[in-house]
């Protein structure tokens, strides 16, 4: 595992550049969502390839590579906020100039940003959060259904001297502890960067894998294309998340609860479904990715983030 690069902590007063590097955002739920992180002390500037819908893109490639350059090169601290996810990040992992972000910044985002997340990681060691997006998270407001975990969301972004403690709200297949570095995201953006340049190196890590939307046959596909290609072989725990809208086809049939404790199970490593994290009605946690931190199988389950994600 690299060294992680940490970004400066995003507190009041500090720039909130929003942007779009895959799907629009309704514009309510943006506007709403903008009130929210004002209400929290920032100061959020919303880009504008949102406005300029390319078919189910938020704006051209190179309007949305633009965006996101010059949100990462934010000056005086500041942080990048996705709009939200849908699809399209993954036209500009091989375009961005990756030279251009000599200093690390937040970016924050979940589903489709996993892409995004991904490449930072691989090639420059960048720790980046999975969390809440402005209009899918933020618009819905703090600890309230649909809308994001206060807490965890204030420590990621502030808490530059220690690590903290999550509560996973989960339940747990197998007991055990493990430590690693928490890596991963939304599964199907895992899986697809099989074989790229920007490979997720699932190795020594705390595997975080969370989806929506998917048949339990098609987590099993997934699931099994990661195991065959040898990203679960070392990992140390795993994180997953509630799987909404994946119900069995057929009545009675397996379910993805049941799809992820037989092919994941076997590994004998800690391991905790349901988590609030991603996609799912309760608010959404945030956790920091790039990070050590130690999982704790046991009842609802418990992540203890061990370094802080963000310099003072």
Request: charged share 20%; proline share 7%; net charge neutral.
């Amino acid at each position: 595992m690299r060294k992680p690069t940490k970004p400066p902590a995003l507190f009041p007063g500090c720039k909130v550049i929003v942007v779009s590097p895959a799907s629009p955002a309704d514009p309510a739920r943006l506007e709403r969502g903008c009130h929210e992180l004002i209400r929290l002390g920032y100061k959020p500037r919303l880009e504008t390839s949102g406005t300029d819908p390319v078919g189910y893109f938020s704006g051209s490639i190179d309007n949305r590579r633009t965006e996101l350059v010059e949100a990462l090169q934010v000056e005086d601290g500041g942080a990048a906020f996705c709009a939200r996810g849908g699809y399209g990040s993954n036209y500009l992992l091989d375009v961005l100039d990756l030279r251009r972000l000599s200093r690390p910044r937040i970016l924050l985002g979940y589903s489709d940003i996993t892409s995004l997340e991904i490449l930072l990681w691989q090639k420059l060691g960048w720790v980046t959060f999975y969390g809440p997006m402005v209009a899918a998270g933020f618009d819905a407001g703090a600890d309230v259904a649909g809308g994001y975990d206060a807490q965890s969301f204030s420590r990621a972004m502030t808490q530059a001297e220690s690590g903290w403690m999550l509560d996973l709200r989960g339940a747990s297949f197998n007991a055990g502890v493990a430590e690693g570095v928490l890596l991963g995201g939304c599964m199907t953006l895992v899986e697809t960067s099989l074989g790229t340049p920007w490979e997720l190196d699932t190795s020594g890590a705390i595997l975080l894998l969370e989806d929506r939307g998917m048949k339990p046959y098609q987590v099993d596909r997934a699931l099994m294309h990661l195991k065959q290609a040898g990203k679960l072989k070392n990992v140390r725990g795993i994180i997953l998340g509630e799987f909404p809208e994946s119900e069995p086809p057929i009545a009675g049939g397996p379910t993805v609860r049941e799809v992820c404790q037989r092919i994941l199970g076997e590994l004998g490593v800690p391991l905790v479904w349901g988590a609030p994290v991603g996609h799912t009605s309760r608010p959404v946690l945030t956790l920091p990715l790039g990070v050590r931190a130690r999982l704790r199988a046991s009842g609802a389950g418990q992540l203890e983030i061990l370094e802080p994600a963000v310099t003072p």
